[in-house]
């Protein structure tokens, strides 16, 4: 029984919790899209898209901070909650603009910006996983009891990070920017997902906690808006469940598919050079592309039974191999030279790195070898008595302080030996001259 209480009193969401007529009214003065708030929106929209566009993620962040775009998503939730209509017509119609602006500013942006081409970042925005729902539903989740706190914390501005409600916004304007539909579409889609349940965990915690719901005086309008939220509610659930559900479906399918490719795809003198995968409820594809030795059809055969056992009995399996009708020698050939470079790019770079500090030390070498005669004739004008002069760069160890530096060293033998004077100034003249730090002048 203490044990219960202590569970209880740890877990208590009331505790610290705010009136909630206060988390309410909170909530409905962030679900407005107008005047500053509009503008805070459209400036975050073009960092994201600058973000998206040079591949950074400070940027990313630093644009879904500024973001107001989780007011009029919760507000769907709260509407739902609390029974209120007007409220809910007010988030979806703020929710749209909030949509439409976004959508309108990045496809401006992707249509002026130089840099076209898909980066990473933009690219993860265009496919919704798993871990997208339940992220957004997670995050949904601390969103709304951190909303529902007498003390308000950060959690907000954490749930639109963790969410990436910006960054799918900006990758549909890419789409429709560079007409790619398919991109468009995808993005869209990882944006309704987080905001279906985002809304959905709000409106599960609303409930939880007893919000109070609106009431009504007509009991008939009461019945009336209770029914156009229980069936919004419903037309919400009902699709996200299911496509949360295909996305599961999907996710397993395309891990499974990618252990078959890794344990079975396997053969002594052939190699996959490449492969592809196609999912769909009722029949996916897995493509694979080989070359080397062909490997037969009974071979295959075995390898497609073995995707039943695999849970990929909806699953075709197509082998292109090389000297196939479909196979193109030269598009192998050209994959096979990319995949070497870039398994080999870092060694590359790290090799032309090195390639230039040796030409810029075999130039330093050279302009000092070339100068040696000039500066011994300039010397002698001031030196009558300099017989020979040698001058050149060399490593020196310290081994007191441990550690090495550049030092010039420089010979002169004079016919009658130059007094101390004399050898100073002829060691500041050089310093002068060379613009080295420290000159070692050994004379003869």
Sequence with gaps: ?????????????????????????????????????????????????????????????????????????????????INDFELLKKSMKNLGIAVVISILTSTIYFSFTPLNDAQSELLARTEPTIWDVLIALFGGLAGIVAGSRKEKSNAIPGVAIATALMPPLCTAGYGLATANLYYFFGAFYLFFINSVFISLSTYVIVRFMKFPKKEFLDRKREKTVKAYITIFTILTIVPSVYLAYNIVKRTLWEKTANQFLTTQMEFPRTQVISSSLFYDPDSSRIEVSLIGERISDEEIAILSRKMGGLNLRNTYLRIKQSGDGGTDLNMLRSDILKDLYERNEVLIQDKDQKIALLERELAEYSNSSSQVLDIAREAKINHPNLQNFSMNRAIMADLQKDKQDTLLFAYAKFRSRPNIQEQKRFQDWLKLRTKADSVALILD
């Design 1 to 81: 029984m203490q044990l219960l209480l202590f569970f209880k009193d740890r877990f208590d969401l009331h505790e610290g919790k705010e009136d909630e007529l206060e988390t309410i009214d909170y909530i409905r003065k962030n679900i407005e899209f107008k005047g500053a708030n509009l503008w805070i929106l459209i400036f975050a929209i073009f960092v994201a898209s600058v973000g998206l566009n040079v591949n950074s993620t400070a940027v990313i962040i630093g644009a879904m901070l500024i973001s107001p775009l989780m007011g009029p998503i919760m507000g769907i939730g709260l509407a739902a909650g």
